[in-house]
Each structure stands twice: as C-alpha cells, then as structure tokens.
C-alpha cells in the first residue's frame, strides 16, 4: 500500500479562507475587528519563526494582531501583570503567551492568569476540564487540527481504535479525550509504555506526539492505518524530521502528514478558528456549536 498525503497546507488554507470570511462578516455586521494578542518572553529561533507566522495569518485574514516580544529575564510579576491589561482591553479577543518559557517562569500560572474566554490556545486549566465534558471554550488548536485532519480523509472515527503516543497537556491528553468524545477506543502511550509496538499494531488511527524523530516505523502499523505525525524534530543536518519514519509508514498506512505541511499549518489555522470564535462570541454571534468534535 502506498499511503494518500494528507495535505495539511492545503487544508489549513481552505480553514483560513472560511475565517476570512467570517472575520468580513464581523466587521460588516458588528464592526468588529478580531484581535489577538501574542506575549513571546525571550530569544528561541523557533519560536519567533511561530510566532511571526501567526501574526502573518492573521493579519492576512483581516485580523488585529499584536505581538509582545519581551526579554528573558522578564519577571513572573511583570507577565502576570501584562496579562491582567490584556485581560481587559477590549480589542483584544485572543491572548497566548508562546511556549517554551525561561526556567524562571511558572508558565502554568501564566496559562492561568489569561481569562478562559480569551484563551485561544486552550491551554487554561477551565478549558481543559471542559474538555471531559465535551465544552470547552476553546479546543487546543494542534488536537483541534488534526481531528480536522482526520474529519477530511472521510473515514468514519466512532468504533475504531485510536493510539496517541505522548501525554502532553497541549496535545496527547486533550487529543486522547478529542478522540474519545468522537467514539474511538483510544488508548495513550507514553515514554514508560512497555512493548509501544503491540499498541500501535492494533491502531486504526495512529497520532504520534512525542519529539523523537523516526520512533514510529511501518512494521509498528497496523495495515490501512491513519497516521499523524505531531512530532516536528530538527535533525543534525538541519532537515525537519516527524515522529514517524515517513519512508517505511507510507509504505503500511491508507494516510498518512507529511512534516513539514502536516499538523503544524493546522495549527496555525485552528488558532484563527479560536480567536474569530472569540470575537464572534463578543459580538452576541454564533452559538459555538461549529467548534464541536463530538
Ligand atoms: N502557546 C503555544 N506555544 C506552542 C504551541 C502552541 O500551539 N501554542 N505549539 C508549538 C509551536 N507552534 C505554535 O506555536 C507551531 C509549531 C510548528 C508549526 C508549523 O507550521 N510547522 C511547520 C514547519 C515549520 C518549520 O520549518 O519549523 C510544519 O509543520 O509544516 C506551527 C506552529 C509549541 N509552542
Ligand atoms: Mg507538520
């Protein structure tokens, strides 16, 4: 079998454009500019690339955004404080604050401090809850965009047997739970899972979120399975490199994300879906049902 791409460039485009759309909506109807707001403490390369093509997506939508770029030694009271104006200025429907952070901060009580209905990485600790219910005020976009992903290959989820490898609070854990609210019997893996082969063996569909570059192999598949690939890892020569062994996995599985071009552009895009989300919940639109999973 050779697998079909699941082209996340390509569905992360069509994404943007559905919330440009709703972005020109608000702004006719309310005249509501959708704003976001993004707190970057220190010099990581990586991230500044992020963060700068978060900025680029949404300005290109017709958002507002603003980018905080704050030094290292910044301290937590200085953050929790900027966090507290972001909290209230009205302009501002979307706020995150861009891991990783220095040592010296506590980024969970950064995450906490965001008011849960700005919160459009998902990451506060009411929106997480919410997703044992099934109602966040927000999805974590990366989880969020490859149950996306999933949704576009046409393949039913309810009864099949999912495995995420890795148990982030970002992504396995709310992916687990995304997974089952969409009726697969899912199963988590992680770093002290003994025999990783026997459980990925039996997965229908296979999301590896684990940061190790090409630990996940075509023997390790189950014939016909999904697989999605969260892991991006910079290799010794510079090449980007997934959590899945593309060349032996596409040879095993029906799909399968390439990286880069998989999850990552999703992200991005779910990100928008959030904040547009956010502004039309300020504007008294919509009722939030579109974000659902399940
Ligand atoms: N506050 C947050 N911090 C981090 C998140 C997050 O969702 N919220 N996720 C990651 C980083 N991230 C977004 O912030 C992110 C990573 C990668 C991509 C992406 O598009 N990757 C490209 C490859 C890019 C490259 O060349 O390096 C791809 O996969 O095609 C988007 C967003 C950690 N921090
Ligand atoms: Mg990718």
């Excluded at 010794?236 to 593309?246: H, P, Q, S, T």
């Excluded at 799909?255 to 989300?277: E, Y």
Aim: with cysteine; net charge neutral; hydrophobic share 45%.
């Amino acid at each position: 079998m050779t697998a079909r791409i699941l082209d996340g460039k390509a569905i992360a485009a069509e994404f943007r454009n559905e919330c440009a759309v709703r972005v020109q909506r608000l702004k006719e109807e309310k005249g509501l500019v959708p704003g976001i707001a993004v707190v970057i403490v220190g010099d990581d390369p990586a991230s500044k690339v992020y963060v700068r093509n978060k900025a680029q997506a949404c300005e290109a939508i017709g958002m507002h955004s603003e980018v905080h770029p704050l030094p290292a030694e910044t301290t937590q009271a200085h953050l929790l404080a900027f966090i507290h104006a972001l909290n209230a200025a009205p302009a501002i429907h979307g706020i995150l604050v861009q891991l990783p952070l220095p040592k010296h901060i506590d980024g969970q009580a950064l995450i906490e401090a965001i008011d849960p209905a700005k919160d459009v990485d998902g990451f506060h600790q009411a929106n997480l809850g919410g997703l044992i219910t099934g109602h966040p005020a927000f999805y974590p976009c990366t989880p969020w965009g490859v149950m996306k992903l999933l949704e576009h290959t046409g393949i039913p989820i309810e009864g099949k047997s999912a495995v995420v490898i890795g148990r982030s609070n970002i992504v396995g854990k709310p992916m687990g739970l995304m997974l089952v609210h969409a009726g697969a019997t899912t199963t988590i893996c992680h770093r002290k899972t003994q025999d990783l082969a026997f459980h990925t063996r039996q997965a229908d569909i296979l999301v590896a979120a684990v940061g190790k570059a090409g630990l996940v192999t075509g023997d390790m598949l189950k014939p016909g399975a999904v697989v999605v690939d969260v892991g991006i890892n910079r290799l010794a020569n510079g090449k980007l490199a997934g959590d899945v062994d593309f060349e032996t996995a596409s040879q095993v599985a029906s799909w399968i994300t390439p990286v880069p071009g998989g999850v990552g552009p999703m992200t991005i895009a779910m990100l928008l879906g959030n904040t547009v989300k956010s502004a039309e919940r300020a504007a008294g639109l919509g009722t939030g049902a579109e974000t659902r999973i399940a």
